[in-house]
């Protein structure tokens, strides 16, 4: 891993490290958990931190179950564009949404829940995909004075990438910790979210 010069202004976000996208998960990241030692490493050298935690509805619409006949990992068309229809996932209050249990949370200062609108999806931590509905997160950062966004989690080439973009154009300086991350890479999904990272002015460290 690269060495960033970590500021006081500096928040790590942490993302969508939970128990359906870790091994054993209903949509697992392949080696998923990898990433948790580093994370909780990085914990330890920040003051603002970050959680981000998919939250979804029963029969959110971005579940293929949700479609009559559509598979896992097909695509619809949903008002706000093409969307890719998932197994069930991160459902409220199961035990598949909650943070892996070896992810230290007490550091945390706020945990952002997305995708709780049944009709819309969202990867990013601060918006849904409609790209125009809020999380509120770029308000309380801007509130905390802070300046730049350190990336992790998962997924690398949807959750994180879609959250790194967001912060960079809501004028964050942006970093994603690459070590600290794993793909799901359908079709080259990681080959492409690292080109456009990188196209937006994202460091990859």
């Given amino acids: 891993m690269a060495t960033i010069d970590i500021q006081a202004n500096d928040l790590l976000l942490v993302i969508d490290v939970q128990n359906d996208f870790c091994p054993g998960g209903s949509l697992a990241v392949p080696q998923g958990d990898e990433v948790i030692p580093i994370i909780n490493d990085l914990m330890g050298k920040f003051t603002h931190i970050a959680l981000t935690q998919d939250w979804h509805p029963p029969g959110h619409s971005s579940f293929a179950s949700s479609h009559e006949g559509a598979d ?45 609108r049944r009709s819309i ?66 079709d080259g999904s990681l080959d492409a979210a690292r080109t456009a990272m990188i196209e937006a002015g994202i460091v990859l460290s």
């Fill in 72 to 116: 896992a990992f097909s695509t619809t068309q949903m008002p706000y564009g093409e969307q890719t229809l998932w197994p069930d996932h991160c459902v409220q209050e199961s035990q598949g949404a909650d943070f892996h249990p070896s992810l230290i949370t007490t550091r945390a200062d706020v945990i952002i829940r997305k995708g709780y």
């Fill in 121 to 186: 999806d969202s990867y990013s931590a601060f918006f849904e995909n409609d790209k125009t509905t809020p999380t509120g997160l770029s308000g309380y950062l801007r509130e905390r004075g802070i300046e730049r966004v350190v990336c992790c989690g998962l997924a690398t080439d949807f959750c994180v990438r879609f959250s790194a973009e967001d912060a960079r154009r809501q004028g964050f300086e942006t970093v994603v910790i690459e070590e600290a991350c794993r793909a799901i890479n359908m």
